[in-house]
């Protein structure tokens, strides 16, 4: 298999790759641009959007609106004076008349909304909001926490009750984690492991689109120009396939190893001095196994890109054709997205050892839990024969359709090719 010529593409392969003006403008990028989308994020979620917001708190009880007020009036809200409340004595017969003689007010915000708090939701906390955006976070996150509190009082008030079996009763479970393992016994539970997971599978999902794209191109680009015609003539086909697919994931490797160089540098070593909720817990052997789970499974998809490049003669074609490929990253992404909920799930454990989804799942899945080894030697096992049926395949499909020119091709015909 690795003849010299395969070799020789393979290390002209690596050459171009690693030393282009591409690939070091994408590894210094795409992690500038990452850290820099968090922090537009961060920076979106900081700016205050509510400020100027003005409320009308309804009850038909006085006293009721009297306690809101003056717990209202405790708050930042309030105080730096971002809300502005007024509270009206109204009646479950009066509100809706109410609502609807302030409708131009909601409509153009000049009011924001009117929180309407019936006789019942004394006993069982139902209360309505009338306003142009019913489902605003900010007003369930900051006001209805002291609404909570204030019907929660008037609830126990004739219940002979202290202030803290009421402080006790509103206050909410704190549950600390404490992660048990073999090898360390238990640890308390670090936040910086549920983000590692969510960068590990950011990461192979665009590795595996923009390596697979960039591998569909230049073979549409080299079948076109027809300079696949004059490579042949002295490369065999599988050798030049197999030579461009290993080289480009050689590069594809040594580059996601330059994008985890800081998370190797944290975790393995003492340099760095980080809270106890940001301590990663994971062991270099850890990044090796997924420097070695995105190798086989970068080479099992340019393989596949590669082949559905050689059967068209134009990337627009070609764009159509390879989006089964790209289900097959997209789906896995959201299922190793979806197990930072429950890490030990059917589906994240299914996923994590089945052919193409352990690519991205299975190191999403080892940094939320203590995977068994068996289940790491099983999903290796399975994704180093994925590898080989897909090499295999797409060097069946490159050989007959890289040669083919004038017209699209049917799928029919494809399956032909990989009979013949």
């Known amino acids: 298999m690795f003849s010299s010529k395969m070799i020789t593409v393979m290390m002209l392969e690596i050459r171009n790759r690693l030393f282009s003006k591409t690939f070091l403008i994408l590894t210094i990028l795409i992690p500038v641009f990452m850290f820099g989308l968090i922090g537009v994020q961060a920076l979106l979620y900081s700016v205050e959007t509510d400020a100027g917001t003005n409320l009308i708190i309804a009850s038909p009880q006085k006293s009721l609106l009297d306690q809101i007020e003056t717990e209202l009036a405790k708050e930042d809200i309030i105080k730096e004076k971002k809300y502005t409340v007024t509270y009206l004595e109204k009646g479950g017969t009066e509100i809706e008349e109410f609502v609807q003689s302030k409708k131009g007010a909601l409509l153009d915000e000049a009011l924001t909304g009117v929180l309407f708090l019936p006789d019942s939701s004394l006993t069982d906390k139902k209360i309505v909001y009338y306003s142009k955006a019913p489902t605003n976070i900010n007003i369930s996150s900051k006001v209805l926490p002291t609404l909570n509190k204030v019907l929660i009082n008037e609830y126990f008030k004739e219940k002979s009750l202290s202030a803290e079996d009421i402080d006790f009763a509103r206050k909410n479970i704190d549950m600390e984690g404490k992660r048990i393992s073999s090898a360390e016994g238990i640890q308390d539970e670090s936040t910086a492991n549920a983000i590692l997971s969510f960068l590990f599978a950011f990461l192979l999902y665009m590795s595996l689109i923009f390596s697979g794209q960039m591998m569909m191109r230049s073979i549409v680009e080299e079948k076109t120009s027809r300079i696949v015609e004059i490579l042949l003539s002295s490369v065999h086909s599988q050798d030049l396939i197999a030579g461009k697919v290993l080289g480009t994931a050689i590069t594809g490797v040594a580059q996601m190893a330059i994008w985890l160089l800081p998370v190797m540098l944290v975790g393995t070593t003492s340099m760095f001095v980080l809270p106890p ?9 850890d990044i090796g196994y997924l420097l070695l789970n995105y190798l086989l499974g970068l080479t099992t998809f340019l ?46 454990r299914i996923a994590s050892m089945a052919p193409f989804a352990n690519i991205i799942v299975m190191p999403a899945r080892m940094t939320l839990v203590e995977v068994p080894m068996w289940e790491l030697a099983l999903s290796f096992v399975v994704m180093l024969l994925t590898m080989l049926g897909c090499f295999k395949i797409g060097s069946k499909i490159y050989r007959t359709g890289i040669m083919m020119t004038g017209k699209k091709p049917k799928w029919s015909e494809v399956i032909t090719w990989l009979k013949a």
Request: proline residues 7%; hydrophobic residues 55%.
């Open 277 to 285: 909720e940001f301590l990663l817990q994971i062991k270099l052997t």
């Open 303 to 348: 393989a596949l890109f590669a082949a559905v490049g050689s059967i068209f003669d134009n990337e627009q074609d070609s764009q159509n054709g390879m989006w089964p490929l790209m289900m097959l990253i997209i789906i896995p992404f959201f299922i190793a997205l979806s197990i930072q909920q429950n890490p030990s799930s059917p589906i994240g």
